[in-house]
């Protein structure tokens, strides 16, 4: 093993929390013509075409829960084919090649402890639900980090994960893996993608003339010391969508080309088994792979999307004031009902999302005897609990524009949980939270047009009494 140069390409599979929960209907999206949505149509251009070819066998790779539920349901034979490859590896090297993504790709750093307690441990409860094992890595959404997000992945057994190398300060030979110092005592391993490499793949690949001759050109000159590690880490849906047809490079890179250059195909998992950590790297807090400003991406708005973004600083806003008031009536209720602590009750609740416990068996397992109505309004707060985490998806503040759909989606999560505490307890949060979304403009997004986020939820709201006055029997 020592002689070889090794090469890894890990893919990042994630479609964000498409739809209106509000809504039973199946998910129009017009501009994803001419399939019916985008999950569709992506499904058609990149999961379904890599899966046939047997690209999964050969990467490392995370699939995002919001994908990963839709694919199950919605393109079952893609979904197995998927499943098939982490178990296939497994039996072959004592490892699987999947590993696990926080659950609603919430911009971790943005989050207090608690959330990212939550997200964390809920992304790798639903791994293990889905590939039948613990997981062993854990993809961090946007690549986004600081130590305490760290620290909760090493806190719920997550042995390690990947970064840019740019995100962290040292002495630097290829992928690692190395060691991050924690500043709780503790230690985590991180993979360094090759920066490099990694944004020719994504921005350049159907300019390469093929795999062959990237791979001559490109990587040959790229070998580094023998036993080192090359890491390729990029949104899996470069393969096929960003550049139609390119699936194919993929297959052929890691079956012939890679190994023509003078590579050895590896996964993170058989690597992270094959060598120790080669170093120690200082994190750079607060940074993510898509935004050169730190997180501002995702939190004031900042020069990674065109025109006036500080809409993203007031839907936080908003956002952030919701929740402390969805907290105090789920904890308030909690606490009077005598059901244990808020936090492991809603960590616990993931087990219902997935379909593994009936509401009552999840009560019972709790030690809970509730009376039906309490029992009810128990299970539509921590309903809401689930909402409110995934209003945060870090593509509700991504894109430049206010009313960009998953924006909008963001919103509409955040309804769902003010209406999901209304039928609970009658507690009216709406009002509070349509003041804040007033205040939250967008100039010139349109030409002539001044976007108000209030209108957003306003019209989200007239589309809930159309679903609710709909008998749905
Ligand atoms: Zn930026």
Request: with cysteine; charged share 15%.
């Given at each position: 093993m020592v002689d070889s140069h090794y090469l890894c390409v890990h893919c990042h599979f994630y479609q964000p929390?498409?739809?209106?929960?509000f809504s039973n209907e199946p998910l129009v999206e017009p501009d994803a013509a001419p399939y019916r949505n985008w999950n569709e149509r992506i499904t058609a251009e990149c999961y379904r075409p890599n899966a046939e070819i047997g690209n999964f066998d050969h990467i490392s790779f995370n699939v995002g829960e919001t994908l990963g539920s839709w694919l199950a349901l919605h393109a079952p034979k893609v979904y197995k084919r998927i499943i098939k490859a982490d178990r296939q590896h497994r039996k072959a090297?004592?490892?699987?090649?999947a590993i696990a993504q926080?659950?609603?790709?919430?911009?971790l750093p943005l989050a207090r402890r608690d959330d990212k307690v939550t997200q964390v441990l809920w992304g790798r409860e639903v791994f293990a639900h889905r590939f039948g094992h613990r997981p062993e890595g854990m993809w961090l959404p946007e690549m986004a980090v600081d130590s305490e997000t760290l620290e909760v992945l090493v806190e719920q057994g997550i042995e390690w994960t990947i970064l840019s190398e740019r995100q962290v300060s040292g002495e630097l030979h290829?992928?690692?893996p190395y060691w991050v110092e924690l500043p709780n005592g503790s230690r985590i391993k991180v993979f360094l993608r090759d920066e490099g490499l990694s944004n020719d793949i994504a921005f350049n690949m159907g300019k390469f003339g093929g795999a062959g001759r990237w791979a001559r050109d490109v990587l040959v000159p790229r070998r580094r010391s023998a036993g080192a590690l090359t890491l390729i880490a990029t949104?899996?849906?470069?393969?096929?969508?960003?550049?139609?047809?390119?699936e194919q490079f993929l297959y052929w890179l890691l079956r012939y080309e890679a190994e023509a250059a003078g590579y050895e195909v590896v996964t993170l998992g058989q690597y992270a088994r094959m060598v120790e950590p080669i170093g120690t790297v200082t994190l750079r807090e607060n940074?993510?792979?898509?935004?050169?400003?730190?997180?501002?991406?995702?939190?004031?708005?900042?020069?990674?999307?065109?025109?006036?973004?500080n809409w993203k600083g007031g839907v936080r806003r908003a956002m952030d004031n919701l929740r402390y008031q969805l907290d105090a009536v789920y904890e308030d209720e909690v606490r009077r009902l005598q059901a244990g602590d808020p936090l492991a009750l809603r960590n616990a609740y993931i087990d219902v999302v997935l379909g593994r416990v009936s509401a009552p068996e999840f009560l019972a397992s709790r030690g809970l005897d509730l009376p039906s109505d309490a029992a009810d309004r128990l299970m539509k707060l921590v309903e809401a609990q689930y909402y409110r985490q995934r209003m945060y998806s870090s593509c509700t503040f991504?894109?430049?524009?206010?009313?960009t759909l998953s924006t909008v989606y963001g919103i509409a999560n955040a309804a769902y949980a003010i209406k999901l505490t209304q039928d609970a307890v009658?507690?009216?949060?709406s009002r509070e939270f349509r003041q804040d979304l007033s205040v939250v403009v967008q100039p010139n997004a349109r030409p002539g047009a001044l976007l108000n986020a209030a209108a957003l939820y306003d019209d989200l709201l007239g589309h809930m009494e159309l679903t609710t006055s709909v008998p749905t029997t």
């Open positions: 929390p498409r739809g209106n929960p090297h004592g490892v699987g090649n926080g659950m609603h790709h919430t911009i290829g992928a690692g949104d899996g849906e470069t393969f096929g969508h960003h550049w139609p047809g390119e940074t993510a792979w898509s935004c050169g400003h730190g997180v501002a991406r995702w939190v004031t708005g900042c020069d990674c999307t065109r025109g006036s973004s991504f894109f430049a524009d206010l009313d009658g507690v009216d949060l």
